[in-house]
């Protein structure tokens, strides 16, 4: 039995002024620099982005997101690892764990040549144990370490999932986070039949491509006619069919993947966003789509429309914790007291957004969260606070092939849906009747 590696106070010495970088060092740093910011601090991966790759650009910042992205993804087995060959396990907020982390990842996943791995990790030590750190790495590859076949879930979210959802939807979302998702395209027309042979149709105006490709380099981008939106995302907006010129405000709006499918439908849209950064995307979309919408920049806890609409989308700002598998840095970093404030939030929107829906319109209530606070118990707590309000039942013809409502007539797609076909992002919809007059 190899014998565990000793931590080893003479080891730590930090690098001599004036020593050169090796090569390769600047997108590890940076994968450390995003690791921490987003497991100690909590930050989201594309603010984190900011501060963490300064000065980084192209393949090298690409490479930085791949690291973090992957060593959050495998975080658990990972440590779990690096324990195995500890005599003591690291503490959990230690450099020398953190280094570790990005290391394995680019060694066991990404599939880096271990020279480079080891050259870069131990700069990034810098005043910590580099021998434990090259002890171990040494010891991976001569023991020819491998992760397991799926990516275990960071314990904390696996506990929340199994009380609300159940042991099997633990299983498929282990399952799911271990493979990239695959690309999901809308469009603003249905395409020819011929004219993606490679892609599955599952519902109309929908493909689905396997992940690999260069999204821009895809034929028809710049013409404008589709853009990347998980099938899940995509049903909020297909609950409200047809506009036929009819008025919509689209609440939480930007990037917009929405509101495209809403100006296509033929709705006219009004799209309310409060940040400016992600409206510019917004801009950019409907430029780039040749898609028309009326844009607001309004805080809505406090921006009032002029009128009220025949229909209201409220995309509402949540836990994201139904997109993990796209961002794995999301189940790291949300703990309970978070998915409360959002829920907090949701109600006093979803309070407003009511009061801007015409007598007998429609109300549609979306979070991508897998969080029954922000989805079930949200539309509950709504229908027992407004009277006269009910659902409005979702029908399957409505939603994409393998997808069907719930008993109440809402949507909750669940990893290990259409697993087959790829799966796709959790995420809760209520499709809400208001009183007539
Ligand atoms: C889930 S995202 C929306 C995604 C968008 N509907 C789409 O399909 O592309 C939530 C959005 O809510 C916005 N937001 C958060 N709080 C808000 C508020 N109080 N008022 C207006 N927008 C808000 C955020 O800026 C973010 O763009």
Known sequence: MPRPVMADRRSSRR?????????????RRAALRLLDAIVRRGDPLDVAMHAAAQGLVGADRAFAVAIASEALRWMTDI?????????QPLPDDVKSRAVLRIALAQLLVLKSPGHAVVATALPLVDGGPRRLVHAILSRAQKEKWELPARASLPPAAAE????????????????????????DLSFAAEPAPDEWPDAVALAPRHRRLPRGQAVEAMPGFAEGGWWVQDLAASLPA?????GAGRTILDLCAAPGGKTMQL?????????????????????ANLTRTGLAATIVQ??????????????????????ATGIFRRHPDVIHRIEPRQIEEMATLQAGLLARAAKWVKPGGT???????????EGEDQVAAFLDAHRGWAIDAARPDELATGITPDINGCVR??????ADAGGLDGFFIARLRAPDA
């Open 160 to 183: 929340r999932w199994t009380a609300q959802w159940g042991a099997t939807m633990i299983e498929a979302a282990a399952e799911s986070w271990s493979v990239p998702p695959p690309i």
């Open 238 to 242: 297909r609950l409200l069919g047809a």
């Open 413 to 418: 797609t669940l990893p290990g849906q259409i």
């Open 15 to 27: 690098r001599p002024r004036g020593e050169a970088d090796p090569p390769g060092l600047a997108p």
């Open 363 to 373: 109300l549609v209530y979306a979070t991508c969260s897998l969080e029954r606070a």
């Open 263 to 283: 100006a296509a439908a033929n709705w006219a849209v009004t799209a309310v966003d409060s940040s400016a950064r992600r409206l510019e995307r917004l801009r």
């Open 79 to 87: 440590d779990a690892l690096v324990d195995g060959a500890t005599a």
């Open 298 to 319: 309004g805080d809505i806890r406090t921006w009032e429309p002029d009128a009220a609409a025949d229909a209201v989308l409220l995309d509402a700002p949540c836990s």
